[in-house]
């Protein structure tokens, strides 16, 4: 059946016009406000495989890429969606993958590759149990894995997000900051920000004032290599011993003297402060609100966030921790966050009580309860831990 | 209706993936409950998580009086992405006496699910279809869309506007939500059922939303529901 000319036409326009005008309030899930960030950023393809809980950012993208002249590859297993998307980017695509537990470690090969051959792909990750298969649902296991998955030193940036919002936000921004930087980016969910529910601003980065950096190929470019133009000479594979170690000390150079233009953190309440809540992702939003209700019965509590896992934002940490008399450390998994924070504070003698629940959410309610409890066990000196 | 015809209600509550189906559905149920009617039997239809939407208020529900037709994780193997059976108690649902409300999980997949369960004889079929929408999911975020939306998902008896922001909800969206709602089903053919509203919003809104559709005040049982 041909379709009407009025109605082609119709749908043309849709297809050319921005899929999102201005800025608009919506209700979504994390998963859908994904995927809406990666159309707004420009994304070009999404290459991916199904596990929960990121499901929905496949669902939404092949429901709307199509209307705006979008691509999708649904690839055998993980394995190829990191690979693909890694081709998608040597061929100039603004190219993206989402995935979660299992599938992550799957992919950490072609991220691998990704950080040797400095391809900048975007991987969103919506964290679920751990080990294995273990729960569908929700944890912050994947911390480690994210930042240092592969078989190298972890040439990658880490944005962990704590709401909807974020999610939006840090998805437009990991498109910019992988093509900028060329280390693979990372967008770290988890499964309850992947399926909760609530308001959030999507927009049209221009409507913001942020302009998307250009893509461009990797390889068959115009003109003659060496002539015309540098050649694309892309390697993951090295001859001698030497010769890697020239390359990486070169990458990790690099990235240290790029690191303090990306990190990010937040930092709340802290000078005064006897106990300093260090969290990230969804379980921030717990402690933040935890800190408020603290302040509220007159307990001198703070708050310190890093946004970005890697790089972590170690300096600004020490600093909150100088004047702090303990930190608390709380997560949904065994000490991996807490791992950062102590590399990060080396040679500081604050305590770190922990709050370490892997697999599980935390409430504000439970991490406040937990702080008055350390605050009247007053014989507690390595700082107390569950 | 007649008091008899409430008695046998069947109703199913279909929509956009996280448009406030369950809601609805819960406080249809309950709705039912009060006005007497026995029983009063609410049907979880997720076969993609089955797990996770009415599963955590099924104990609360059912000591309220009304029967809930929802997987229990000790009867199951495999939780999420393995759990997509069909419960045979569900299968038969239509056909029980009483009042039916089934929670059509979902969105995406939606509605193709009701043809798992057995129907009534013909002469006995009464099933009324309903599709929740919320015009703050852009999904469903205009009258085109909505009308496009709706169309896919084929023979339908009614719409009901379900706008809102979550907590963040303001009079304007539900206002919005109506207009959007009534011209979609003026292009469509089909009533608007109500416009649904967080009870808090009472006093605001009122018995009849801005295009004069009767309002349909609910308490809010989801935020406790796992996702």
């Not at chain 1, 402690?287 to 600004?316: D, S």
């Not at chain 2, 997949?109 to 015009?135: D, H, M, Q, T, W």
């Not at chain 2, 023979?155 to 907590?167: F, K, P, Q, R, T």
Request: hydrophobic share 40%.
């Amino acid at each position: 059946m041909s379709m009407p000319a009025v109605e082609l036409e119709a749908k043309t326009q849709r297809k050319q016009a921005k899929p999102i005008e201005g800025v608009k309030k919506v209700f979504m899930t994390g998963n859908e406000s994904v995927a809406w960030a990666a159309l707004a950023a420009g994304a070009e393809i999404m290459y991916g495989y199904p596990i929960t809980p990121q499901n929905e950012i496949m669902h939404y993208w092949t429901r709307l890429a199509p209307r705006y002249g979008k691509q999708f590859l649904q690839t055998e297993d993980e394995i190829s969606a990191g690979f693909t998307t890694c081709g998608g980017v040597l061929a100039g695509k603004r190219a993206f993958t989402a995935t979660a537990g299992p599938g992550n470690i799957l992919m950490q090969e072609s991220m691998s590759m990704a950080e040797m051959l400095r391809l900048p792909t975007v991987v969103i990750v919506q964290q679920r149990g751990g080990p294995s298969t273990a729960t569908v649902i929700y944890s912050q296991q994947e911390t480690t894995l994210t930042c240092f998955g592969g078989n190298g030193e972890g040439l990658r940036i880490v944005y962990s997000s704590s709401s909807h919002q974020d999610l939006f936000d840090y998805t437009i921004k990991a498109f910019n900051t992988a093509w900028k930087y060329r280390f693979p980016t990372f967008v770290l969910g988890d499964g309850y920000q992947a399926k909760m529910r609530e308001s959030l601003h999507i927009y049209d980065p221009a409507a913001k004032g942020i302009k998307m950096e250009k893509t461009v190929p990797f390889v068959g470019q115009e003109g003659m290599p060496g002539v015309d133009r540098a050649p694309a000479h892309l390697r993951n594979t090295f001859n001698t011993e030497e010769e890697l170690l020239e390359v990486i000390t070169g990458y990790v150079a690099e990235y240290q003297k790029i690191a303090p233009e990306i990190i990010e953190y937040e930092v709340i309440e802290t000078a005064d402060a006897e106990i300093v809540l260090v969290a990230h992702g969804i379980v921030a939003r717990a402690a933040w609100a935890a800190v408020r209700a603290l302040r509220n019965k007159g307990v001198r509590a703070g708050f310190f966030r890093p946004i970005t896992l890697r790089p972590f934002p170690a300096e600004q940490l020490r600093k909150a921790a100088r004047t702090a008399k303990k930190l608390l450390v709380a997560e949904s998994a065994q000490g991996q966050l807490l791992k950062l924070v102590q590399e990060a504070l080396y040679g500081e003698t604050v305590p770190i009580a922990t709050y370490l629940m892997p697999g599980q959410g935390i409430t504000a309610e439970e991490l406040s309860d937990y702080v008055m409890e350390l605050r009247s066990n007053k014989t507690n000196r390595e700082g107390g831990s569950r | 209706m007649t008091k008899g015809e409430i008695a046998q209600t069947k109703e199913a509550y279909v929509g956009e993936y996280a448009s406030g189906k369950s809601e609805v559905a819960i406080n249809r149920a309950l709705w039912l409950f009060e006005t007497g009617i026995r029983p009063v039997i609410l049907v979880d239809l997720d076969l993609v998580e089955p797990f996770y939407t009415l599963r955590p208020l099924k104990k609360e529900l059912e000591a309220r009086g009304i029967k809930v037709l929802a997987w229990e994780t000790l009867n199951t193997i495999g939780l999420g992405e393995t759990g997509n059976l069909l419960q045979p108690v569900v299968r038969w649902a239509l056909r029980r006496e009483g009042a039916v409300v089934i929670d059509v999980g979902y969105g995406v997949a939606g509605i193709e699910k009701l043809r798992l369960l057995e129907r009534p004889a013909f002469e006995r079929e009464s099933l009324k279809i309903y599709v929740v929408i919320n015009i703050a999911r852009p999904m469903t975020g205009d009258v085109e869309a909505v009308v496009d939306y709706v169309r896919a998902l084929g023979a339908v008896h009614g719409l009901i506007n379900n706008s809102h922001w979550g907590d963040d909800t303001e009079p304007a969206i539900i206002h919005e939500g109506a207009q959007v709602v009534t011209k979609a089903a003026k292009i469509l053919g089909l009533p608007v059922i109500w416009t649904t509203v967080d009870q808090k919003w009472q006093k605001e809104i009122g018995s009849y939303d801005v295009c004069g559709n009767p309002v349909f005040f609910l308490k809010r049982y989801m935020p406790r529901a796992f996702w």
